[in-house]
């Protein structure tokens, strides 16, 4: 596993940035992104994204963890946090790539009581179940372009009915199963015991101790799988959560200050603006889509 080290962390395809939406999905054709990269994503990770890849029609080759599967029928790929994966297509391939940020994918694991999408999958599609998801998909692509009332519930409602789909087939198949090493471990039940306790501001030797190791040794291991540090992965999912409450609630910035665990709203809006480069007041006037520079 130590080629890991070597491959590149991408919030999305090339991207080094962190997430600048609020949104807690992000999804685009596949020819959208491809195109720009002449139909090869080479080899590279996520530290905190899920993606489910959606080949409708056409040619896909998928490398996995070092193992290849190329394909011509409808497919479904799972690929989880810290998966090292790329992708080649034919230019006459079509189909989706959704892109999950981890809180959406473990509110919905706690829900079901169990956790999700945590391995690589590839999912073959026969007829019906190509037509289900051809519909579903695409009702997720009107949804994510448009702003009607209710978006992000219907958003959400959408993908926990992708996420159901996906585990029952993953009980049922054996897909390519990822080989996670001890580190891979650790951090992914870090970013479990975040989602729970980051409003609580927990120091982040209390996520150590948790975790039975030692603070040292749990920055050294983010900044190996995630390329920064434990407090700034705590920071940036702070700031996910702030971004989403200043766009889709109707909350005061003290308000949301106080929902996030911060004692002063002064203190707060000086942690945003450090983050995103500007206050929360005008991120919400902007609608967290434009004059955005977010910090790298």
Same mark, same amino acid.
């Given at each position: ?149 209710? &978006?992000? !519930? ?8 992708? *996420?159901?789909? $996906?585990? =029952? +087939?993953?009980?049922?198949? %054996? ?30 030797? &209390?996520? !150590? ?8 040794? *749990?920055?050294? $291991?983010? =900044? +190996?799988?995630?390329?920064? %540090? ?67």
């Amino acid at each position: 596993m130590n080629a890991i080290k070597e491959v590149p962390v991408f919030k999305l395809y090339g991207e080094t940035v962190n997430w600048s939406a609020p949104d807690l999905l992000h999804m685009e054709s596949i020819a959208e992104r491809s195109v720009l990269h002449d139909w090869h994503i080479h080899p590279h990770q996520h530290a905190d994204l899920v993606q489910v890849l959606y080949v409708q029609h056409g040619h896909a080759t998928l490398e996995i963890e070092g193992r290849e599967l190329s394909f011509r029928q409808p497919a479904l790929q799972v690929v989880p946090p810290l998966c090292v994966h790329g992708f080649r297509f034919a230019e006459d391939v079509n189909g989706f790539i959704l892109s999950l940020a981890l809180p959406l994918v473990e509110d919905s694991a706690q829900t079901m009581g169990t956790r999700l999408l945590t391995s690589p999958h590839c999912h073959l599609l026969e007829h019906d179940d190509h037509l289900f998801m051809t519909s579903l998909f695409e009702r997720l692509w009107l949804d994510y372009q448009g702003r009607e009332e209710g &978006r992000d !519930a219907m958003l959400a409602s959408l993908v926990k009915v992708l *996420l159901i789909w $996906l585990h =029952r +087939r993953e009980r049922e198949t %054996s897909g390519i199963r990822s080989s996670l090493d001890r580190g891979e471990e650790y951090v992914a039940r870090f970013l479990e015991l975040l989602e729970q306790h980051f409003r609580e501001h927990w120091p982040i030797e &209390r996520y !150590a101790s948790q975790l039975k190791i030692s603070t040292p040794h *749990l920055n050294s $291991l983010c =900044r +190996r799988l995630c390329h920064q %540090s434990a407090l700034q992965v705590v920071h940036q999912r702070l700031v996910l959560e702030a971004k989403r409450c200043l766009v889709y609630t109707s909350m005061t910035v003290s308000e949301v200050s106080d929902s996030l665990g911060f004692t002063e709203p002064a203190y707060f809006s000086r942690f945003f603006k450090r983050y995103t480069g500007v206050p929360p007041r005008e991120f919400r006037l902007h609608g967290g889509r434009q004059g955005i520079n977010e910090s790298r």
